[in-house]
């Protein structure tokens, strides 16, 4: 494989939901780890790492009052536990803490009673975890 169709397929893989990063970080290891040849060839034997099986999408709408919808992707039905922190940490409600089966799934966080500012909301799903921000305008 050469360097323009490495490069055609890390295209494709962020079309289809690769973040940018775990493509950066495959490209940066296989220069470090000499697979990256003088002549622009890749070893095929690198292979991307897949989904996780879980997307979190940002939340909308985005400053929000008073609620916001946040939707997530599964690929594999998983343990789903998605909570809302303040900028402290500290736990503020937890929207979804159940077994969940594949497919795309939304929450809605009614912040009547929080007040204005930065909230993190963070989905865990088997071993993957992550985390986003959203703001909470009053």
Not at 3 to 18: E, M, P
Request: proline share 3%; charged share 15%; glycine share 8%.
């Amino acid at each position: 494989m050469n360097i323009k169709s490495y490069y055609d397929s890390i295209r494709y893989r962020l079309f289809f939901g690769y973040t940018l990063l775990s493509i950066i970080v495959v490209f940066m290891l296989a220069v470090s780890s000499h697979l990256l040849a003088q002549d622009g060839t890749l070893d095929t034997t690198i292979i991307m790492e897949s989904d996780k099986g879980v997307g979190l999408e940002q939340n909308y709408p985005n400053p929000f009052n008073p609620s916001t919808v946040i939707r997530f992707n599964l690929t594999v039905s998983a343990h789903v536990k998605l909570a809302v922190y303040d900028m402290l940490g500290r736990e503020i409600v937890l929207l979804v803490d159940q077994t969940m089966q594949s497919g795309e799934h939304q929450t809605i966080w009614y912040a009547g009673n929080a007040p204005g500012g930065a909230y993190f909301y963070r989905i865990t799903a088997g071993d993957y975890s992550e985390t986003r921000r959203m703001t909470l305008i009053k």
